[in-house]
Nanobody
Framework: QVQLSESGGGLVQAGGSLRLTCAAS????????VGWFRQAPGKEREVVAA????????YYAAFVKGRFTISRDNIANKVYLQMISLKPEDTAVYFC?????????????????WGQGTQVTVSS
């Protein structure tokens, strides 16, 4: 079992920055791939960024490339999402997820463990 807890969300003006943190506990977190997903009101959940178990393989959705950075600290059992140049369309609940394989994954149905989410609101 893996437990995930996100923090760092909040209200920020367009152009601002936030850093989301996902704290993990449980078995073998360092050997699991992780991802950040988001869901805006009335929209389906979508992948934002993902990382393989050691951070060597990374994925970014086209709409965040150059603005968001995913990273992980396998000693501290944490995953981060650094977000800069935020836009109003980035407003959503952001979720951290982990899955049982070390290989990177970008499909939410492949992820077994989810945090409760953290709200990010970007005002114009």
């Amino acid at each position: 079992q893996v437990q995930l807890s996100e923090s760092g969300g909040g209200l920020v003006q367009a152009g601002g920055s936030l850093r989301l943190t996902c704290a993990a506990s449980g078995r073998s977190f360092s050997s699991r791939s992780v991802g950040w997903f988001r869901q805006a009101p009335g929209k389906e959940r979508e992948v934002v960024a993902a990382s393989s178990w050691n951070g060597d393989n990374l994925y970014y959705a086209a709409f965040v490339k150059g603005r968001f950075t995913i990273s992980r600290d396998n000693i501290a059992n944490k995953v981060y999402l650094q977000m800069i140049s935020l836009k109003p369309e980035d407003t959503a609940v952001y979720f951290c997820a982990a899955r049982g394989t070390p290989r990177i994954g970008i499909v939410d149905s492949e992820y077994e463990y989810w945090g409760q989410g953290t709200q990010v609101t970007v005002s114009s």
